[in-house]
């Protein structure tokens, strides 16, 4: 939380510019596709198909059809690696494009890329050879199996997919970016981090040209298991929204130097104005609590040097009421409140992805877009209205604590 | 970026050479190996027979000191995060609970959690396939260890609410760069205002089933008969592959000031940081080092210190053919217009490979060469690979002058990461 010290940037630095825009999630898998699924009002919630999901209860939102991508690497160890790459290689693959930034333009040591990675699990069906061939003639596993004959089971390479690194390397080499890089994990709050640390390393002169952003989680058993222990999927008290559900989705933004992105002419999406992060979990420890929440937006608001009146458009980060609470209390200013929209009532809980996909869906939408009544926060039902971007703010707000909230300059904004 | 000092002014460590920062300093200067032949009962017929393993007084130890966690996790990792994190927090002087910690931030890099095969067998119907209905329908059964209920930024929000800790939160997940680049990215919020204090560094455990079978997969674990004690032996020509490790290392960074004005022991000052990829291949890192070599020269520009001016280099170290010489190719490019080569080291020979978590430790022990003017030697170093020829400070300790030194970590995937540590003098302004 910054509350008293210095701005998270130095003042006198570089802006940075948003000149590319990537995303791939259940409303299409392109951004043209995803703005008018949603501006029709379609939600990316449905059946789970791919296999028997009867017993959780619960809708999901996968990507469907994504088109298949060029790389170096065999198609079985793709495989493995799951929809992590697929996802990723097409949002950063769409980023690119979009900020016309063919190969070659930029040196590969000044291509920093950050990104937020969900967690990843094993396909079930990868172990399961080896499981089958450890089982003990009682119950559970016998381990001397197992050593001895069920890991001879397991594709040699399958350690790579569990490596949630190792998508966002693959991303590297085929992309040429050899820059400043990390992976963070797995929560929305790292969709953000990862933003920070791209903007930082631009505006600390350490690139010149940045990609950050975040890939959530597939839809398997194991991460829908997860979602529930996590209490993601509970729906909020009142039934005033519809029950979440998780979103598979990557989304990825190209930052540029604002300087050097006029001078070659790049379209400028937004600035970058603020960010803050906190953490604090509520005391039934099942989220972020409404205080870290509403420091982490405050931070990002001072961090601008704004005032929650400046901002036109919140980007919920989740359904949970905590962080609508949060938003509520600190937009609370009477004249005229920005519009809050909860994106995950469209595409579920995308996790790391939710940051950038909230930012390139928002900086995307036509001017003058009329947003779809059901994908506003539950209190502001009825104040729909036409809308031109200015100021962004947007949270990633993790169920351990973790939040982080960032604030965008749309290009037509004061 | 801001003129801002980090200093550091806490060390936190649970490692196979125990749960004291002197202990285990005191025994990576003698050279004491921690690998071990491996106590994991059901792991009989292993390939892996040897890993750096936290003893098992130790862990009860810890497990004790946070007995919640211990009966409500029980995973190995989260658990030695936590003791390191009191321990770090400690040493720095904080208590538990203290003052307003808005500003306090958690940085770590986390591993990989741990694949329960159990989570899959418990849930087969009678024709040997995974029923996901009744999975769903039992996950108060799904073991309390696994993954599936630890996510890989657990030990971070825990430490975070553990210690009433309230400002930024990361976890950072770039295979064995993890920690470093942690560290780096802790550095530098500090550096530039947006934390007074951060916690920062790396925990890691896969000493159990699937994780031992893990690095066998990949072709790069030590499998050999051995002595375990002689196992891990870096930059040697008999060197078989990485043996891991477990365990934790934290560090508290401290903005110069903040610690000035409570009294605090600042043992260096970390004074440059960076990060690149090898973008080259997914399963080996570039053969001439381009990436690492790059990643030094990078964190020594950021420092503002000339090669001339580092005494000491902790390295990577991983005790593969490939890390060992393209780290050793890299080093040497780096420092080719020096009158010599710094010393390098390789705590990996004694602590075993930590994984996510291996930079943490060996910042530790970085900043405690800084401060002592000690090296800790690279054990069971015999017979040095030919191609391998710089001065590894092989199986004795070393007294001499530490002006700067450099840790390396270098990730699986080709993530790199090099923080520099300089000894600390008290700047303009330091009362």
């Known amino acids: 939380m910054k509350t008293a010290g210095l701005p998270l940037f130095p003042v006198a630095s570089d802006q940075v510019a948003i000149t590319g825009l990537g995303a791939v999630c259940s409303l299409g898998n392109s951004l043209p596709e995803i703005v008018s699924s949603f501006l029709a009002g379609k939600s990316g919630a449905a059946e789970i ?12 939102a996968p990507v469907k059809n994504l088109a298949p991508f060029k790389t170096d690497i065999s198609s079985q160890l793709a495989l493995t690696m799951g929809k992590h790459l697929a996802l990723l290689m097409s949002s950063v693959g769409e980023a690119l494009r979009s900020a016309s930034i063919g190969q070659g333009m930029f040196a590969p040591g000044d291509c920093a890329f950050f990104a937020g990675m969900g967690m990843v699990d094993y396909h079930v069906e990868d172990l399961l050879p080896a499981v089958v061939k450890s089982l003990h003639p009682d119950a559970g596993i016998d381990y001397d199996s197992f050593f001895l004959r069920g890991s001879q089971e397991i594709y040699p390479l399958w350690p790579l997919g569990m490596l949630n ?89 190209v930052l540029e130097p604002l300087s050097t992105a006029v001078e070659r002419g790049a379209h400028i999406y937004a600035r970058i104005s603020g960010f803050g992060f ?11 609590s409404t205080q870290a929440i509403s420091s982490a937006m405050r931070a990002a608001l001072s961090d601008a040097g704004i005032s929650p009146e400046d901002i036109d458009l919140v980007m919920l980060a989740t359904s949970h009421e905590n962080e609508l609470e949060a938003v509520l209390n600190l937009f609370d200013t009477g004249a005229l409140p920005p519009v809050i929209v909860a994106a995950s009532a469209a595409v579920g809980e995308t996790l790391a992805a939710g940051p950038a996909l909230s930012c ?48 965008f300059e749309g290009a037509n904004g004061p | 970026m801001t003129d801002r000092k980090v200093v550091i002014t806490g060390l936190g460590l649970a490692t196979a050479l125990g749960l004291e920062l002197e202990q285990n300093w005191q025994k990576a200067l003698a050279g004491v190996s921690g690998v071990s032949k491996i106590r994991l009962q059901c792991a009989g017929k292993s390939r892996v027979q040897a890993a750096a393993q936290v003893c098992e007084n130790d862990y009860r130890s810890i497990c004790r000191d946070f007995p919640s966690e211990a009966q409500s996790g029980g995973e190995r990792r ?64 799904v073991e309390r260890d696994s993954i599936i209920r630890n996510n890989s930024s657990a030990p971070a929000t825990l430490i975070a609410s553990k210690f009433v800790l309230k400002g930024a939160n990361f976890t950072i997940t770039s295979a064995c760069a993890s920690a470093t680049l942690a560290l780096g990215a802790a550095y530098r919020a500090v550096k530039r205002g947006q934390a007074d204090v951060f916690l920062a560094g790396g925990a890691d455990s896969m000493i159990n089933p699937v994780g ?66 090898d973008a080259w291949r997914l399963t080996a890192p570039h053969p001439e080092g381009r990436g690492a070599k790059e990643c030094m020269s990078l964190a020594l520009a950021d420092s503002k210190i000339a090669p001339e001016g580092i005494d000491y280099i902790n390295a990577h170290g991983t005790s593969t053919k490939l890390n060992d010489l393209a780290e050793t190719i890299a080093i040497k490019k780096v420092f080719e217009n020096c009158t010599s080569y710094p010393a390098v080291s390789s705590s990996k020979s004694l602590i075993g490979h930590l994984l996510a978590g291996s930079g943490g430790p060996e910042f530790a022990f970085t900043a405690l060469s800084v401060a002592q003017n000690r090296i800790h030697p690279t054990i069971n170093l015999s017979s040095p690979d030919p191609k391998c020829d710089l001065d590894y400070v092989p199986d004795v300790s070393r007294q001499r002058v530490v002006r700067a030194a450099l840790s390396n970590s270098f990730g699986f995937g080709g993530q790199n990461a090099t923080i520099v540590v300089k000894k600390y003098f008290a700047g303009p302004g330091a009362r």
């Not at chain 1, 709050?189 to 040209?209: F, N, P, T």
């Not at chain 2, 690095?215 to 592959?241: I, N, Y």
């Open chain 2, 212 to 277: 031992l079978v893990f690095f066998v997969l990949l072709g790069s674990a030590a499998v050999s008969r051995m002595d375990p004690e002689r196992l891990c032996r870096p930059f040697d020509r008999k060197r078989s592959g990485l043996v891991m490790g477990e365990g934790a290392g934290m560090a508290v960074l401290e903005e110069e000031h903040h610690a000035l004005a409570r009294g605090a022991r600042i043992y260096a000052e970390v004074a440059g940081f960076a990060s690149t990829m």
């Open chain 1, 278 to 288: 906190s953490c604090e979990r509520s005391e039934d420890g099942r989220f972020a």
């Open chain 2, 78 to 141: 989260t658990l030695f995060a936590l003791w390191a994190a009191k321990k770090a927090l400690s040493d720095a002087g904080f208590t538990p609970c203290g003052e307003d910690r808005s500003r306090f931030g958690v940085a770590l890099g986390a591993g990989l959690g741990v694949n329960r095969l159990e989570d899959i067998a418990r849930w087969l119907t009678s024709g040997k396939k995974f029923d996901p209905a009744r999975f769903a329908s039992e996950l108060d059964l």
């Open chain 1, 49 to 60: 198909t791919g296999f028997d999901a009867s017993g959780f209860g619960c809708l999901a």
């Open chain 1, 165 to 253: 690194n190792v998508a966002f390397c693959q991303a590297s080499i085929h992309f040429g970016l050899a820059g400043e890089n990390a992976v963070f994990c797995p929560h929305a709050d790292s969709g953000v981090r990862a933003v920070y640390e791209a903007a930082c390393a631009l505006r600390e002169g350490r690139a010149k040209m940045a990609l950050a952003g975040g890939i959530g989680e597939e839809i398997t058993p194991l991460g829908l298991a997860r979602a529930k222990l996590k209490n993601l999927l509970v729906p909020p008290p009142g039934n005033v929204a519809p029950p979440p559900f998780l979103g598979e989705a990557g989304a990825m933004l």
């Open chain 1, 360 to 407: 390139a869906l928002a900086l995307s939408m036509p001017d003058r877009a009329r947003l779809p009544e059901i994908f506003l926060a539950p209190s502001r039902k009825g104040a729909s209205r036409d809308f031109t971007i200015g100021r962004l703010l947007l949270n990633g707000i993790s169920c351990e604590g973790g939040c982080g909230a960032m604030i």
